[in-house]
């Protein structure tokens, strides 16, 4: 099956998972700890982007016009992601031209297991090449089981997630075959030595406003932004940085905190199982000393720093931390702190050249995105992920 072919089945799926899935999603939301307006929202922005121009153009930028022979069977493990860009992974290992075994964490096989039967009926020819396994994440056994027929294993989650399976991908074979069905239709024998990991872990995301940018009118993009998947992902900002002084960072924060009820209560945060309760309540209370707390009606949090720092991680789930920069040479010094983890910044009141020289500035310390604010959560299919791609590193690119 060319890439064509896979495109326009993957293209079909997109159209199924961008439709109107209120059930499934009111079922599903206590398992994933995602409300169900805000899966809705998400799979319809991410999967409206499967189009076959959109999935073919992925194809050139990343792969060229006489790509490298694609691995023919390829592990995808799903340890933590946002729910749409870990079903992204997956179709775009399969546009890349291999078959794909797909094991997840516990709380995605749900989700993971109607994807599958969407593809049977949707896609019955890309769903030849798709396979889901499960097994307990601490049986050595099966995951070394798993990973021995695999020419190349893509993992998606923490860095003790990615160091584990490495472990894992790097160990000689014991022999055995895949469990579950064959996602090539016969069996397969083990690949001898190492196999290839491809680790999409951890990084981190900020936002800035520059001096010129009135509050108001850039508020509830930053809203959106801070709630999108309850500010899980890579992408969301853990820090926004503000051009000025503490009065100026105060004054944009309002602003956002003004803007969250109405982006609250259409994108609801999930429900916060108990240790992410506390480790909310223990990050702000951790800073309350030299910030002062903002709290939106609906729940946010922002706590404003008087002092420039670091972009540091957060602890999601709607804690935005901000402090204040003196100019772009301060923000490149903030931002080098998370050196080699940055990934996206959402920017407002820069202009394109000064976005490029941003860009070549911290591209050796890992960014590798910049977009405007509103957008930090919805990358186009273009983006290279991580800075790699999805498709170029499963070949050795």
Known sequence: MGFEARAEHIAELG???????TALWERLEGELGT???????????TMSGW??????????LELGPAPAPAPALCGVVLASTVP????????????????????SARRLQPLLEAFVDSAEECAPELSKVLALVGFDWADALAADEFVAPLEVLAVHGSSEAVASWRSVASARTR??????????????????????????GHRL?????????EAAGIAKALALDLCAWDQSGCLSPQVLFVEGDV???????????????EVERALPMGALEVWARGARERFVRARMVEAEVLRAATGAILLVHDEPGPLEPGCGARVLVVRPTPDLKGLVASLEAASPHLQSLGVAGLDAAGQR????????????RLCALGEMQRPELCWIHDGIGSMAPLRGL
């Open 15 to 21: 159209r199924y998972w961008a439709g109107d899935h």
């Open 35 to 45: 409300s169900a307006p805000m899966l809705s929202w998400g799979f319809e922005q």
């Open 51 to 60: 189009t076959p121009e959109a999935l073919m153009e992925l194809v050139q």
């Open 84 to 103: 749409p860009a870990g079903l992204q992974s997956v179709v775009l290992a399969l546009l890349g031209g291999s078959a794909v075994c797909v094991r």
């Open 175 to 200: 022999g055995g075959s895949l469990r579950g069905p064959s996602v090539l239709g016969s069996e397969r024998n083990p690949v001898t030595g190492s196999r290839r990991l491809v680790a999409y």
């Open 205 to 213: 995301s900020a936002a800035w406003v520059g001096a010129g940018v």
């Open 247 to 261: 009065e100026r960072a105060t004054v944009v924060a309002e602003a956002v905190c003004a803007a969250l009820p």
């Open 357 to 368: 020289k941003l860009l070549a500035q911290l591209r050796p310390h890992g960014l590798n």
